[in-house]
């Protein structure tokens, strides 16, 4: 079968490679936006965690058996209902009851496990979204989405036994989603009591209690030793859903030091941030790191850029 899968705008090239690796035909379809063909064995799509949504080829009028094929081949065993995205509520209820008439299927706009998409010509699969692949997680309102702190740490070059650090680490989704693909330790660090709580529950939820520790702590005054890192990932604050530009202008230059203080000599850091202009500024200023690469993301209304770091290597 042929299939569409969903990731942030600005990883397509980065999903396409891994799922090359798997074997399959993947092709960029648009922004955010891959069409895999001739898909026989599911398994590489449920452990992509770069991928967010799953859905097939549909428009109105379309034969739905192959969407009800691929929930039951994603382990849904119930009966299938069914939702409409559309907001025209005339033209949401001739759809409604067409689908109804072809399936037999129950309209839900709460609990279903298609959800077709006319304006994007997709029948989602709901069996196959992430939080249905791998679980779902405590969150708050600015939390990192799994999908994209998959992306990012792809950036991050990860290798088997690296240690890696979120100093803004928040409910930990960034070290959880690594120590569900890799063996080495991650540690979660974030000065909110509520996230390190969060972060507590999903480590146990997601049984990478033996990879991944969550502790209170500072970004700009780290317990860390220097050159201890060889890793760091991390969503920081971009001074619009959480602080305020004012906070960043204390926030980033402390945590760019922090930052040059405990990375390897080899280490490497991947920062998101919004506010773009404040953290390049605070990494020029400082003479140990230097940006290699800038990536632009966008995801759920927000378009942020992914800063590669580097230590600047002196000369001898």
């Given at each position: 079968?042929?299939?569409?899968?969903?990731?942030?705008?600005?990883?397509?090239?980065?999903?396409?490679?891994?799922?090359?690796?798997?074997?399959?035909?993947?092709?960029?379809?648009?922004?955010?936006?891959?069409?895999?063909s001739a898909v026989d064995d599911l398994d590489p799509v449920r452990r992509t965690p770069m991928i967010d949504r799953?859905?097939?080829?549909?428009?109105?009028?379309?034969?739905?058996?192959?969407?009800?094929?691929?929930?039951?081949?994603?382990?849904?065993?119930?009966?299938?209902?069914?939702?409409?995205?559309?907001?025209?509520?005339?033209?949401?209820?001739?759809?409604?009851?067409?689908?109804?008439?072809?399936?037999?299927?129950?309209?839900?706009?709460?609990?279903?496990?298609?959800?077709?998409?006319?304006?994007?010509?997709?029948?989602?699969?709901?069996?196959?979204?992430?939080?249905?692949?791998?679980?779902?997680?405590?969150?708050?309102?600015?939390?990192?989405?799994?999908?994209?702190?998959?992306?990012?740490?792809?950036?991050?070059?990860?290798?088997?036994?690296?240690?890696?650090?979120?100093?803004?680490?928040?409910?930990?989704?960034?070290?959880?989603?690594?120590?569900?693909?890799?063996?080495?330790?991650?540690?979660?660090?974030?000065?909110?009591?509520?996230?390190?709580?969060?972060?507590?529950?999903?480590?146990?939820?997601?049984?990478?209690?033996?990879?991944?520790?969550?502790?209170?702590?500072?970004?700009?005054?780290?317990?860390?030793?220097?050159?201890?890192?060889?890793?760091?990932?991390?969503?920081?604050?971009?001074?619009?859903?959480?602080?305020?530009?004012?906070?960043?202008?204390?926030?980033?230059?402390?945590?760019?030091?922090?930052?040059?203080?405990?990375?390897?000599?080899?280490?490497?850091?991947?920062?998101?941030?919004?506010?773009?202009?404040?953290?390049?500024?605070?990494?020029?200023?400082?003479?140990?790191?230097?940006?290699?690469?800038?990536?632009?993301?966008?995801?759920?209304?927000?378009?942020?850029?992914?800063?590669?770091?580097?230590?600047?290597?002196?000369?001898?």
């Amino acid at each position: 079968m042929d299939l569409v899968v969903t990731c942030a705008v600005g990883l397509e090239d980065l999903l396409r490679g891994d799922l090359q690796q798997e074997g399959l035909s993947a092709t960029v379809d648009g922004p955010g936006v891959l069409r895999l063909s001739a898909v026989d064995d599911l398994d590489p799509v449920r452990r992509t965690p770069m991928i967010d949504r799953v859905a097939l080829a549909w428009s109105p009028g379309n034969d739905l058996t192959e969407a009800e094929n691929l929930c039951r081949a994603a382990g849904f065993t119930g009966d299938i209902a069914f939702r409409v995205d559309e907001r025209d509520p005339g033209a949401r209820g001739q759809l409604i009851d067409a689908v109804v008439a072809q399936t037999g299927w129950a309209n839900s706009t709460g609990d279903w496990q298609v959800n077709l998409d006319p304006a994007t010509g997709r029948a989602e699969i709901g069996p196959l979204a992430w939080a249905a692949r791998f679980g779902t997680m405590q969150r708050l309102p600015a939390t990192t989405p799994p999908a994209v702190a998959a992306g990012v740490l792809r950036l991050a070059k990860l290798q088997p036994g690296m240690n890696l650090l979120d100093p803004c680490g928040g409910v930990g989704t960034i070290p959880i989603i690594d120590a569900l693909q890799r063996t080495g330790d991650g540690l979660v660090i974030d000065l909110n009591e509520e996230s390190i709580s969060l972060a507590h529950s999903n480590i146990q939820q997601f049984g990478v209690g033996e990879q991944v520790l969550a502790e209170v702590g500072d970004a700009t005054d780290l317990d860390l030793a220097y050159g201890s890192v060889d890793r760091i990932v991390s969503d920081v604050p971009f001074g619009k859903r959480i602080g305020s530009n004012r906070d960043n202008d204390a926030l980033y230059p402390g945590l760019v030091r922090e930052i040059g203080r405990v990375l390897a000599a080899d280490g490497r850091a991947v920062i998101i941030t919004d506010d773009k202009r404040r953290f390049a500024d605070a990494v020029a200023r400082d003479r140990r790191l230097k940006v290699v690469k800038e990536s632009g993301l966008r995801y759920n209304g927000v378009s942020p850029t992914a800063f590669t770091l580097s230590r600047v290597r002196t000369r001898r």
